[in-house]
């Protein structure tokens, strides 16, 4: 098993409906296989209601991608313009150190195919 020491983990939350075309030009374009989302309910403080739906809350994505530190800012910034992040009410990202996290390596398939 290969462990990563010097990782990081960017955290995206985004509107319903952009992490598994940003997860999948991660694989395709990036080689990141490290992708992940989930969903979560909420509305930004600043949301005018108009566009929050009054009480109910809106559901977003929780987009998690875990790289080597030294490929951390250009898959940052590649996220950031792919997930549409830039745009009024896109989400945001932020991105911290992790102690160390483990390789995670997909098996070849193709002899199966």
């Given at each position: 098993?290969?462990?990563?020491?010097?990782?990081?983990?960017?955290?995206?939350?985004?509107?319903?409906?952009?992490?598994?075309?940003?997860?999948?030009?991660?694989?395709e374009e990036?080689?990141?296989?490290?992708?992940?989302?989930?969903?979560?309910?909420?509305?930004?403080?600043?949301?005018?209601?108009k566009y929050?739906?009054?009480?109910?809350?809106?559901?977003?994505?929780?987009?998690?991608?875990?790289?080597?530190?030294?490929?951390?800012?250009?898959?940052?910034?590649?996220?950031?313009?792919?997930?549409?992040?830039?745009?009024?009410h896109g989400?945001?990202?932020?991105?911290?150190?992790?102690?160390?996290?483990?390789?995670?390596?997909?098996?070849?398939?193709?002899?199966?195919?």
């Amino acid at each position: 098993m290969s462990v990563l020491i010097e990782a990081k983990l960017i955290t995206a939350i985004l509107p319903k409906g952009i992490s598994l075309g940003v997860v999948k030009l991660l694989r395709e374009e990036k080689g990141v296989n490290t992708a992940n989302f989930n969903y979560a309910r909420g509305t930004g403080k600043l949301t005018p209601l108009k566009y929050s739906g009054g009480v109910v809350e809106r559901e977003k994505e929780i987009l998690t991608v875990i790289v080597e530190a030294a490929r951390s800012e250009e898959i940052f910034a590649y996220v950031y313009e792919q997930a549409g992040v830039n745009k009024p009410h896109g989400g945001l990202m932020f991105m911290y150190s992790l102690k160390q996290s483990t390789a995670y390596l997909l098996p070849d398939l193709s002899e199966e195919a």
